[in-house]
């Protein structure tokens, strides 16, 4: 069964620089979330998106920014790098619990990109 | 506001014992609550997943429980084995119809499995 896709799967970085994270969810899912995970903490939620749309906003910051294009695939910019942003970036894709399918609302996660800045 | 409670935070224990994992939430009205497992540098892998409308639900040597209305969860492992060792998060979801879903995790348990 397909699951979600994350690219890259690792990406050094120099401070001050961009960077790109890519999701592509599991096929008719239509909800997004991204979370960062630092080193032995627990995922914290960045921002999600329910059918291509901005649904819910956590700790992202301001030099982060994030869409979902028509093809749902989710796309996570960061700019401005700074070395505390290294850390696993990890997309998860379910069927939101509003879909008229019915659901469990299972959330399924990427392996993670995992972003190093130097 | 939500807030997802795992204990123990680590946990070390011979294989072979039969174990069990603490989940707690303040608000009982959930959608969900899943368990997840990861291991160090990887991604969460679902485990479990009950409905609020469910007790329990069990995969293998997996058992995991629900009791809404106390706002617990519970991941009983039978027969641990080296390669459980891992950690362990919970997820509650409180989506609802006409409402866009949100998930909290609670910080996990760092389980270690002793040969």
């Known amino acids: 069964a397909a699951g979600v896709i994350q690219s890259p799967r690792h990406l050094i970085k120099e401070k001050r620089e961009t960077a790109t994270l890519k999701c592509y969810p599991i096929p008719r899912h239509d909800t997004v979330y991204w979370y960062q995970q630092g080193p032995g903490q627990d995922p914290q939620f960045l921002i999600s998106?329910?059918?291509?749309?901005?649904?819910d906003k956590g700790s992202i910051p301001d030099r982060f920014s994030a869409q979902q294009f028509s093809d749902y695939h989710s796309e996570l910019n960061m700019s401005s790098l700074e070395l505390g942003d290294s850390a696993l970036y990890f997309c998860a894709s379910s069927l939101s619990v509003a879909s008229l399918y019915a659901n469990t609302g299972e959330l399924f996660f990427g392996e993670g990109s995992r972003l190093t800045v130097l | 506001k939500q807030e997802v409670t795992q204990i123990p935070a680590a946990l070390s224990v011979p294989e072979g014992e039969n174990l069990v994992l603490n989940c707690s939430f303040t608000?009982?009205?959930?959608?969900?609550l899943q368990w997840f497992r990861q291991d160090p540098g990887k991604g969460l892998t679902s485990l479990l997943l009950?409905?609020?409308?469910?007790r329990e639900q069990t995969s293998g040597r997996l058992n995991a429980s629900l009791d809404k209305s106390s706002g617990r969860s519970t991941l009983y492992i039978a027969a641990s084995q080296p390669g459980d060792s891992a950690t362990y998060l919970c997820?509650?979801?409180?989506?609802?119809?006409?409402?866009?879903?949100?998930?909290?995790f609670g910080k996990g348990t760092r389980l270690h499995i002793l040969p």
């Open positions: 608000d009982s009205a959930i959608y969900n």
């Open positions: 997820a509650v979801n409180q989506g609802e119809m006409n409402r866009d879903d949100k998930i909290i």
């Open positions: 009950i409905q609020s409308s469910q």
């Open positions: 998106f329910y059918e291509k749309m901005q649904s």
